[in-house]
């Protein structure tokens, strides 16, 4: 059975850094693309960044270089540091297979002074 586990939420303050991870297991991270996406209160989810399995990448338009998604094949790992936070990064943030039905539970991102 696929899993999908995030870790590193939290509460920080403006301007200060987080670094999310997913762990994927029951496969292999190898070979598929993955993403990191978002949904905040009242908002529908929304995509922050992907990572394909030649690791190109791509990143919601408000990221503007604050973060950065990475994947570690042997580790069977995705990662998204994410830097500059604001008040409006506040969230949950989910992990994804791309194009698949497997999605991970979610870590809390809370941005407040």
């Known amino acids: 059975q696929v899993q999908l586990v995030e870790s590193g939420g939290g509460l920080v303050q403006p301007v200060g850094s987080l670094r999310l991870s997913c762990v994927v297991s029951?496969?292999?991270?190898?070979?598929?693309?993955i993403g990191w996406y978002r949904q905040a209160p009242g908002k529908q989810r929304e995509m922050v960044a992907v990572?394909?399995?030649?690791?190109?990448?791509t990143y919601g338009d408000f990221v503007k270089g604050r973060f950065t998604i990475s994947r570690d094949n042997a580790k069977n790992t995705a990662y998204l540091p994410m830097n500059s936070l604001e008040h409006e990064d506040t969230a949950v943030y989910y992990c994804s297979i791309r194009y698949s039905s497997y999605w991970g539970q979610g870590t809390q991102v809370t941005v407040s002074s």
């Open positions: 990572i394909t399995s030649s690791e190109d990448t």
């Open positions: 029951g496969s292999i991270l190898r070979g598929h693309d």
